[in-house]
């Protein structure tokens, strides 16, 4: 048994939110054996990173450090965990299930002839690992097979990061220098930067009127825009709205647009994907507006109605002018 | 450019799905398949690619018979040729099982590229490119909205979490997973319909590709999801429906 060990993520120099989750992720499947999970950080610099580890009540922290690890590419990060998980022989690896973790951690499984349980929920006795399946309308069960680490991901806000546990005292700290050649890293990244100038701040939105796929066409938008207009809300949609070019990108919502925290968020036409839920599950109340009582929608929702859109909104439109005067 | 799209028949978006009586599958019976959604968007970047620097787009879908509707509409958007690995139990392997019968399919094709979709609308692993990619030795990118080829290989622009993107360069060959949106994604015509019917489907036992490795994940079960919150259903016709919520978001939110 050489235990459990958590991948942190570096967010703009410091260690992110949902690196804490998977932390947490880590102490519920630690508690069986009632060991503490590790943590290891990953750069050229690490020295912040791991002080931030150290302070969380970790076992060990392990600063994987070389120059060539400075950016993120998949094959700097997958061989240098490689090399690190062929020495130490871990039980488990646990990641936070973010966008660089979806590029690289399943060719890590791969290389060591593993796979990556990804995005998962819950964790309970076995351990059994469960997560999303049909984009949110079923879970799914999984167990570890064979032999070799077991790799999984977890989903961002499924598990709550412990509020703070700097009083367990500092980690030790240890450094494992990967051997890397700069022929091995094929990729080239530039520096990243941002779409479309943000016009609209979405986040100090009070009120959101949100629209998904469920409104079939652009021509029907205005059914929508007069219930925003009567609330006096911002208007918000799902993925497929600003793919489709019907709304801008920066009216977009969930992990690869705008985080909200509205008062209220009126969810019109959508399903409630994953994806979608990231940004907007701190709103204070939620009603979802959907035809399919089974909707993944209805599992965050404070209020739902189940009916069609194009019946509902148009009269709650009236109902709120009526309200209002 | 030889580029091979992978492409996945899914439920269609809109299917009630059950649980089957095995508990580890849904009941296929009654529910439409459709094209996966982010595979449709590889899809469009191959034929856009194709018509930009010529070559060839070569389809590519692990699954079972019905599986062909989907590569036959592929072929009807304007692919060229396609494989289909015939396999029955995609459902139950893993993401490097399945990723291992793609990758042993494609090989012979020695391909410029390779795309496949970001994410399956079933299983959602999202990992069948990067591991491709591993199991074929090739540089890879994932998350990719647009594709730009320069004289050494390939620009790519990658979304990044928060609305950020980034470029990155790779040389060719290489496998790139596509995200939904960089696109518009066209429609089969007519005549690309009559067209895909005289098209080559090559077909592929699983078997011949080499012994299936033991399953690293086993999904033991499927069942309905906890649900997180008590939602209040509000009951009635649209109109009754409408001015009971209107007065909880007057007295109980108090947002109104
Ligand atoms: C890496 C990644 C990042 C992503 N980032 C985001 C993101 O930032 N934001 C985001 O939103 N998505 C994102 N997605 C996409 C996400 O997975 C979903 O595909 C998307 O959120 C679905 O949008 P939707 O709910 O509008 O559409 P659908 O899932 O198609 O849902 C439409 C809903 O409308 C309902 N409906 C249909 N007709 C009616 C009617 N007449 N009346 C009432 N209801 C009706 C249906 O029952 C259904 O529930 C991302 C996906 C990936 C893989």
Redesign the pocket.
């Known amino acids: 048994m050489s235990g459990i060990y958590v991948v942190l993520e570096d967010r703009s120099g410091r260690i992110g939110r949902i690196s804490w989750e998977a932390l947490a992720a880590a102490n519920i499947l630690a508690a069986q054996p009632g060991t503490k999970p590790n943590t290891i950080v990953i750069g050229a610099q690490t020295e912040a990173l791991a002080k931030e580890a150290a302070a969380k009540g970790v076992a060990k922290v392990i600063r994987i450090e070389h120059p060539l690890l400075a950016q993120y590419t998949s094959d700097g990060f997958t061989g240098a965990l490689d090399q690190f998980i062929r020495a130490e022989s871990p039980d488990f690896i646990v990641f936070p299930h973010s966008?660089q973790v979806?590029d690289y951690v399943p060719a890590l499984a791969a290389r060591l002839g593993r796979v990556l349980v990804g995005d998962v929920t819950a964790i309970s006795d076995g351990p059994v690992f469960t997560r999303s399946l049909m984009?949110g309308r079923l879970s799914g069960n999984y167990k570890s097979a064979g032999s070799g680490p077991t790799f999984i991901s977890v989903q961002s806000g499924a598990f709550r990061a412990d509020a703070d546990e700097s009083s367990v005292g500092a980690a030790q700290i240890i450094t494992f220098t990967p051997t890397i050649d700069a022929a091995q890293i094929r990729t080239k990244p530039s520096e990243p930067f941002r779409g479309a100038a943000q016009t609209v701040d979405l986040g100090s939105a009070q009120l959101i009127v949100a629209?998904?796929?469920?409104?079939?066409e652009a021509d029907n938008l205005p059914l929508v825009q007069d219930l925003a207009t009567a609330l006096g809300a911002e208007i918000a949609?799902?993925?497929?709205?600003?793919d489709n070019g019907w709304l801008p990108i920066e009216r977009?919502?969930?992990?690869?647009?705008?985080t909200v925290a509205p008062k209220l968020y009126l969810?019109?036409?959508?399903?409630?994907?994953?994806?979608?839920l990231?940004?907007m599950k701190g709103a204070q109340c939620i009603v979802a507006?959907?035809?399919?009582a089974e909707?993944?929608?209805f599992e965050v929702a404070d209020y739902g109605i189940v009916?069609?859109?194009?019946?509902?909104v148009p009269a709650l439109t009236e109902a709120v002018k009526a309200a209002r005067q | 450019m030889k580029i091979i799209v992978a492409i996945k028949q899914v439920p269609e978006?809109?299917a009630q799905v059950r649980i089957d009586g095995s508990g580890k599958w849904i009941q296929e019976a009654d529910i439409q398949f459709a094209m996966n959604?982010?595979d449709a968007y590889a899809l469009e970047e191959a034929l856009q690619l194709k018509e930009k620097h010529g070559g060839e787009v070569v389809v590519l879908s692990a699954g079972p018979e019905r599986a062909g509707t989907t590569i036959r509409e592929a072929l009807a958007k304007g692919a060229d040729r396609a494989i289909q690995v015939e396999v029955d139990d995609l459902n139950q392997r893993d993401a490097l099982g399945a990723a291992q019968l793609l990758a042993a399919a494609v090989k012979q094709e020695s391909p410029d590229l390779i795309l496949t979709g970001?994410?399956s609308?079933d299983l959602?692993y999202?990992q069948t490119g990067v591991i491709m990619a591993e199991l074929l030795g090739l540089p890879h990118a994932s998350?990719i909205l647009h594709v730009e080829k320069t004289d050494t290989g390939l620009t790519v622009k990658r979304?990044l979490e928060e609305g950020w993107f980034q470029n990155i360069d790779l040389p060719l060959p290489a496998v790139l997973m596509i995200?939904?949106g960089g696109n518009k994604l066209r429609y089969a015509t007519l005549m690309g319909i009559k067209k895909a019917k005289t098209k080559e489907l090559r077909k592929v036992a699983a078997a011949d590709l080499g012994h299936a490795n033991a399953p690293a994940a086993v999904l033991e079960k499927i069942t309905l999801p906890q649900k997180q919150k008590s939602t209040q259903i509000i009951p009635g016709s649209a109109k009754e429906a409408a001015a009971t919520l209107v007065e909880k978001l007057k007295f109980e939110v108090r947002v109104i």
Request: with cysteine; aromatic share 4%; proline share 3%.
């Open positions: 966008y979806r984009q629209v998904g796929r469920g409104i079939k949609a799902s993925r497929p709205i600003c977009q919502v969930g992990s690869s647009g705008q969810a019109v036409g959508i399903s409630g994907a994953i994806q979608h990231v940004g507006i959907n035809k399919d909707a993944p929608i009916g069609d859109l194009f019946e509902v | 978006r809109d959604e982010s970001l994410q609308d959602g999202g998350l979304e995200q939904s």
